[in-house]
């Protein structure tokens, strides 16, 4: 609707979790870098807390993207399900077949080590990521996570490498499963942008769809900091109705009144 009146390409603050478009902040770098060196060096599973619209689950995407050795890459959205049911999920994100009927425990177990011995035969590494790993109970992290890390301690060759991003409750939740807050192997926590970064994120947004000329003032900025204390979530969705503010008043840039209205407009909705 804007883009043409800010000679845009396309929406810039529009990706949701889509990593083709992927800023990393100092936070942001220091986790992808942890990521890195514990997945290709350690054993355990990397652990990512931050509050909700720090970008945890785009990083790990664009993590799975880059790392072309990580696949397949399986990732469960679905936490409120049981621990079995979650296991033949991951069976079937392995194997790419369906599965007959419902097996028995120790049948889809076997099935999971049996895939994950092919998929290291062929020289990669299953990359499994729990998103939202927070809403899982203690008891279905346990019955999930336990077979599978005893499984990789019995066989490094089976080569199954874990994620758990959540909000920070879930760093509480991993301590209480001792069998697997032991073998974490790193927790790296990822922080909403500084200042500095947030101009950058919508400097490198705007580039991204075609515009390179300044569009947010120096104080419009400084309110958009302050009014999402730097969540990249919120920032986002403040941009994007600011542009539209601005098409709809026919205004020449982004001021900093812009930013107030539509922040006590639908700052409460952003979380």
């Known amino acids: 609707m804007y883009e043409s009146y800010w000679n845009l390409n396309s929406r810039p ?39 909700t619209g720090t970008g945890k689950t785009t990083l790990v995407r664009r993590f799975a993207q880059e790392f072309g050795e990580f696949q397949p890459f399986v990732q469960l959205l679905f936490p409120m399900l049981s621990a079995d049911e979650s296991l033949r999920m991951l069976l079937r994100e392995l194997t790419g077949a369906e599965l007959n009927g419902i097996p028995a ?38 019955q999930i996570l336990h077979p599978l890390l005893c499984m990789e301690e019995a066989d490094r060759s089976n080569s199954l490498r874990i994620i758990l991003a959540g909000q920070p409750a879930l760093v509480e939740r991993i301590s209480r499963v001792t069998p697997v807050s032991e073998r974490i192997a790193v927790c790296s926590p990822l922080s909403p942008l500084s200042r500095n970064e947030t101009a ?23 309110r958009l900091f302050r009014a999402t204390e730097g969540n990249m979530r919120k920032i986002a969705r403040l941009s994007e109705m600011a542009l539209l503010v601005g098409f709809a008043e026919q205004q020449e840039e982004i001021d900093a009144d812009v930013i107030d209205s539509v922040a006590a407009e639908i700052l409460p909705a952003a979380a």
């Open 13 to 51: 603050f529009c990706g949701g979790s889509d990593s083709d478009f992927f800023f990393a902040g100092s936070s942001a770098e220091s986790t992808l870098q942890r990521l890195t060196y514990a997945l290709e060096n350690l054993s355990g599973p990397v652990l990512i807390p931050g509050e």
């Open 105 to 142: 425990r120790d049948i889809v177990l076997s099935g999971i080590c049996s895939a994950l011995k092919n998929i290291a035969a062929s020289g990669s590494k299953a990359l499994l990521f729990f998103d939202d790993a927070h809403l899982y109970s203690e008891d279905t992290l346990l």
């Open 200 to 222: 950058e994120f919508i400097t490198a947004s705007l580039a991204a769809s075609g515009q390179t000329a300044p569009i947010f003032t120096e104080p419009s900025i400084d």
